[in-house]
């Protein structure tokens, strides 16, 4: 009988390997033979491979940074690009029902004022629904939910608690998404601050557009909390102001964790979200895209949902692995390679790989400057490795316009050493960076999914002069 098993999984492997489709064997044979040839060179001309590396990598790096400056500049030079993505105080009086998701695990602290603040939406009752989605284990985020909700006294408030695997925020949301009534789900973060008008506006592009998913502005705003939370907040900015136009535009579009509106109907259909995905909101977005569903981007600076960045360096080096591991996740998962166009495979594809780009800028910069000054090499070689710090500059010296920017849209402070501070910790951020890209591998590797949790503590609402700003609509 033993031998009969042993026999049967010999046919079963050799059946498998029949599904095996020539397209499916050649990538990784062809990768393999770049690796062994590359070696091979490696061990015979040491110092010339070394050249050669650091050049091609020059070479993607400055190619990186181009466009990486060209996505922060995109709404700045042309602000007509993304006059059609402003939000309007022209509401449609024809609305949507729509039922917002929080999912929440450990937020204690935050989630009394997150509820109040989607209960302030302005938006008929009779339209809107609020679900949390707890863990049965988390007593003190239950205890402080069911408090707030019998303080408010609505019964478009509720809670649901689940004592299932696995304990991440997919989980939370697909069992979400089986109770809520309405035809539209939005996501909110448990420590969110929703604008007022956030579901007039959304409601109406839906409206107008026939759109079947919205992602409106978010945006961090503890710029001073932390010597890295500056930078956090910037890279908000300009991602919500400028760059994701631009990938909108060209029809790839990839969605964030919250803020984000969708037809409920959509959602069923491809299945909900990926429990076993670290990034859910980018893989629903490509989903979505492969189903057909119009996307589209609203942002103005006074109507975006405000967020805190992470309060410790090592919670915000785990957020920032969990992202880039669920990148890895998604490239491989190969889903977008199904988009209709070359030219949305090509963005998807650079998307997903920004975390290695990065730690590669994080690895170049010190070798490129050991190279140019401790090796003699050709003046054009010289120039080449000594171009990716240029751009560097170049991007840091656009940090602070924006954070000018930034500050002055939000009405916040602009101390005159912020400059200098930016200029200190510019690079030390970048190795925070790259040092998470190689952290996210090492987990692949391992097949560590575990999702590290980001801790919140209301630091967007406890600074005075965050809080006493009301932010003003922009059309």
Request: proline share 4%; aromatic share 14%.
């Amino acid at each position: 009988m033993r031998q009969k098993n042993i026999f049967v999984k010999k046919i079963e492997k050799l059946q498998f390997f029949r599904h095996i489709t020539f397209s499916e064997f050649l990538w990784p044979f062809t990768l393999g033979l770049i690796f062994a040839i590359l070696t091979f060179y490696a061990i015979t001309n040491p110092l010339r491979f070394t050249i050669d590396l650091i050049v091609f990598l020059s070479v993607t790096m400055i190619l990186q940074g181009i466009f990486f400056i060209y996505l922060m500049l995109y709404a700045w030079e042309n602000d007509t690009k993304i006059a059609g993505n402003r939000n309007t105080r022209s509401f449609s009086k024809k609305k949507h029902h729509i039922t917002a998701l929080v999912p929440a695990r450990h937020e204690a602290k935050v989630i009394e004022d997150t509820i109040r603040a989607i209960n302030n939406i302005d938006y008929p009752d009779r339209y809107k629904e609020t679900i949390i989605i707890c863990r049965a284990d988390d007593l003190t985020t239950i205890k402080s939910v069911k408090k707030t909700i019998k303080a408010i006294r609505k019964k478009n408030i509720k809670l649901i608690i689940f004592n299932s695997l696995p304990i991440n925020k997919p989980h939370s949301l697909n069992i979400g998404l089986k109770e809520a009534k309405h035809e539209v789900i939005v996501i909110f973060d448990a420590e969110d601050q929703p604008h007022v008008n956030i579901y007039n506006n959304v409601n109406t592009v839906m409206q107008r557009e026939n759109a079947d998913a919205v992602q409106s502005g978010v945006q961090l705003m503890n710029y001073r909390s932390s010597w890295f939370s500056l930078f956090n907040v910037l890279e908000y900015y300009f991602w919500f102001k400028s760059s994701l136009h631009f990938f909108a535009k060209k029809g790839s579009v990839p969605l964030g964790g919250n803020s984000v509106f969708f037809k409920k109907n959509l959602l069923e259909k491809i299945g909900g979200w990926d429990e076993s995905c670290l990034t859910e909101d980018a893989d629903v977005g490509f989903r979505l895209s492969l189903s057909g569903a119009k996307v589209k981007i609203i942002y103005n600076e006074g109507n975006a949902t405000q967020e805190e960045t992470p309060p410790t360096l090592n919670s915000f080096i785990k957020q920032r692995t969990r992202w880039n591991q669920g990148f890895i996740q998604i490239l491989l998962k190969g889903d977008w390679l199904r988009l209709p166009k070359k030219r949305q495979k090509l963005l998807a594809g650079y998307i997903l790989l920004i975390p290695e780009l990065q730690s590669l800028l994080f690895l170049i910069i010190p070798v490129s400057i050991f190279m140019a000054f401790m090796i003699k090499l050709p003046l054009f070689i010289t120039m080449l490795t000594i171009i990716p710090l240029m751009l560097l500059l170049l991007q840091l010296t656009m940090l602070n316009v924006g954070l000018y920017e930034f500050t002055k849209s939000y009405k916040l402070r602009y101390p005159f050493w912020i400059s200098l501070y930016t200029i200190l910790y510019f690079y030390p951020y970048q190795i925070i960076l790259g040092l998470s890209a190689l952290r996210a591998i090492v987990r692949l590797f391992q097949g560590n999914i575990n999702w590290e949790k980001t801790h919140h503590t209301n630091a967007h609402r406890e600074q005075p002069e965050l809080t006493s700003y009301t932010p003003a609509t922009i059309t």
